[in-house]
């Protein structure tokens, strides 16, 4: 299955904005990585901003949980559901 993005139209760093060495992030991984594809709640990051330094969003903490939170909310408004919806398809709320 393609993956997409509900939050970004352009495959763009969403930190940083490059067009270079673009990765795509699935925010709710683990055992959510599969409805993550499914429901587009993927990222575009440069490798930089992915897992390629200490500002990745796998090593900074603050950057991973502001991605989750801002996709919540994207998620909420795309599918027009309720945070019970959205905990019940990926197990807690992160707003």
């Known amino acids: 299955m ?3 993005s509900i939050l970004q139209d352009e495959k763009r760093c969403l930190v940083c904005d ?3 060495n673009i990765h795509t992030h699935e925010v709710f991984y ?3 990585r599969q409805k993550s594809i499914e429901d587009g709640c993927c990222v575009y990051l440069c490798g930089r ?3 390629q330094s200490k500002y990745g969003i796998h090593f900074n903490q603050e950057l991973n949980l502001s991605v989750k ?3 919540e909310t994207v998620w909420l408004k795309h ?3 309720t945070i019970d919806d959205f905990i019940e398809r990926f197990g807690r709320n992160y707003l």
């Open 30 to 32: 683990g055992r959510n």
């Open 79 to 81: 599918y027009r559901k």
């Open 69 to 71: 939170k801002t996709m």
């Open 49 to 51: 901003h992915h897992n």
């Open 18 to 20: 490059t067009t270079q």
């Open 2 to 4: 393609d993956r997409f």
